[in-house]
């Protein structure tokens, strides 16, 4: 039996090279090991779903970057258009984000319930299951629930300070689409947007719409009034989830190191010090066996996996 899924003619055909390139690694992948899973992200989510897909999926997976949301909506909407491919067992991860969503083959994917991946990061329980595996504290330590006091407070401070660009950005992404896609976001915060004091526990918003205005030529996107307020009405329904999770978890990781470089040089608390190289770039993978998993992710992997 023939098991490569595309020929020759077939990659040619395609256009855009991310496509292109996940194709190719697809059926490198489907001729080596046809009986696999085979997982389709946006790009960074295989550090969050892929011990997750381990351990649900009970066969073996085979994940392809296709570098970006639009990428695996192109890849599966080729994929659907020939019988013979459907044999593969295939699933699809995406990010919600401040899109509306609507397009019915999503129905077919598993969308995060949050704005992104980054967002399961954020809880609670992530940050306190990472201090007791990683730092060393227990339940019932005095300084463990102050740290976490100051997490959440903090955390709520940060939502707060980054709740008017969070709002901006959902309105023009709900009224333009995919046309602003010359207006890029790092995975953090515009520099100077925003100030961190850890000493006072303080977040501080050092910006307005005048300089969103002037930063990202955002008149070229005017959204009215009404638009800016059910945009913030939606991210402050679930501010954990509902806002972009880069911009939380850029929060977090700041939080975690200003933490670890307190026990460096605080003797009293040296016992949960711990050299931890941590960076923006491996936060994702460091903290997925702590970040949450939803039973919606569960149930979509046992069934694209069966």
């Given amino acids: 039996m023939n098991t490569q899924a595309f020929t020759v003619a077939d990659l040619i055909a395609l256009r855009d090279i991310s496509v292109n390139t996940a194709f190719m690694d697809f059926n490198h992948a489907v001729v080596c090991n046809p009986d696999a899973l085979f997982v389709f992200y946006e790009g960074q989510d295989n550090d969050y779903y892929y011990p997750r ?4 999926a009970g066969r073996p997976i085979e994940p392809v970057k296709c570098n970006g949301k639009g990428k695996v909506v192109s890849v599966y909407k080729i994929l659907v258009t020939k019988p013979e491919y459907y044999k593969y067992r295939k ?6 984000d401040f899109d509306l969503n609507t397009d019915p083959d999503l129905s077919n994917f598993y969308v995060t319930s949050g704005y992104s991946i980054e967002n399961y990061y954020l809880s609670d329980s992530c940050m306190e299951s990472f201090l007791k595996q990683m730092l060393n504290f227990h339940t019932g330590d005095a300084l463990l629930a102050t740290i976490m006091d100051d997490y959440r407070i903090m955390r709520q401070r940060y939502l707060d300070a980054v709740l008017l660009f969070n709002t901006w950005y959902c309105a023009i992404k709900r ?7 010359d207006i890029n976001l790092d995975k953090k915060m515009p520099k100077g947007f925003i100030r961190i004091d850890y000493p006072a526990k303080n977040v501080l918003q050092q910006y307005s719409m005048v300089e969103i205005m002037s930063g990202f030529n955002a008149a070229q996107y005017p959204v009215s009034p009404a638009e800016m307020s059910s945009a913030e009405a939606y991210i402050k329904a679930d501010m954990l989830k509902n806002h972009r999770g880069k911009y939380g978890l850029s929060f977090m990781y700041e939080f975690i ?13 040296a016992s949960h010090y711990r050299k931890i190289t941590i960076s923006y770039d491996n936060i994702l993978s460091i903290l997925s066996p702590f970040a949450d998993t939803e039973q919606s992710v569960i149930e979509y992997i046992s069934r694209v996996a069966a």
């Fill in 53 to 56: 897909l381990q351990r649900y």
């Fill in 91 to 96: 699933g699809f991860f995406v990010d919600k």
């Fill in 257 to 269: 190191d200003n933490l670890i470089l307190q026990f460096k040089n605080t003797p009293a608390q």
């Fill in 175 to 181: 009224k333009y689409g995919n046309a602003i896609n």
